[in-house]
């Protein structure tokens, strides 16, 4: 992602994102975290998963849906050989996943 004067550009949607909330500040709970993922449905984010033997993942995307246990991203495909990815809520709790969500400043919809 390149910058594009206050915002984050994204080349390969050519258009520029408003970095909102990184889901640090969710809450110290599995409910909370599901509650605050709930609101997120449909915004593009990035996020950092830890692939083992010291590396990181980073992939970007849409969070698409939300379950009991776990969430859904359906994966930029240009990017990615993988469609979509699903996490547990324990793994943004223990730091094991890591997301940043983007808002569009052009149309005030995330």
């Known amino acids: 992602m390149y910058n594009c004067y206050n915002?984050?550009?994204?080349?390969?949607?050519?258009?520029?994102?408003?970095?909102?909330?990184e889901v640090d500040s969710m809450g110290k709970t599995l409910a909370e975290i599901k509650q605050t993922l709930d609101l997120q449905?449909?915004?593009?984010?990035?996020l950092?998963?830890?692939?083992?033997?010291?590396?990181?993942?980073e992939r970007s995307g849409v969070l698409t849906e939300t379950y009991p246990s776990v969430f859904i991203v359906e994966l930029?495909?240009?990017?990615?050989?993988?469609?979509r990815v699903s996490y547990s809520?324990?793994?943004?709790?223990?730091d094991t996943v890591q997301l940043?969500?983007?808002?569009?400043?052009a149309n005030g919809l995330a």
């Open 7 to 21: 915002f984050k550009f994204d080349s390969l949607h050519d258009s520029c994102y408003n970095e909102v909330s």
């Open 41 to 46: 449905l449909g915004k593009r984010l990035t």
């Open 48 to 57: 950092k998963a830890n692939g083992g033997r010291r590396k990181t993942i």
């Open 76 to 83: 930029d495909q240009a990017e990615n050989s993988l469609e």
């Open 89 to 94: 809520y324990t793994d943004i709790l223990t």
């Open 100 to 105: 940043k969500f983007f808002e569009d400043p």
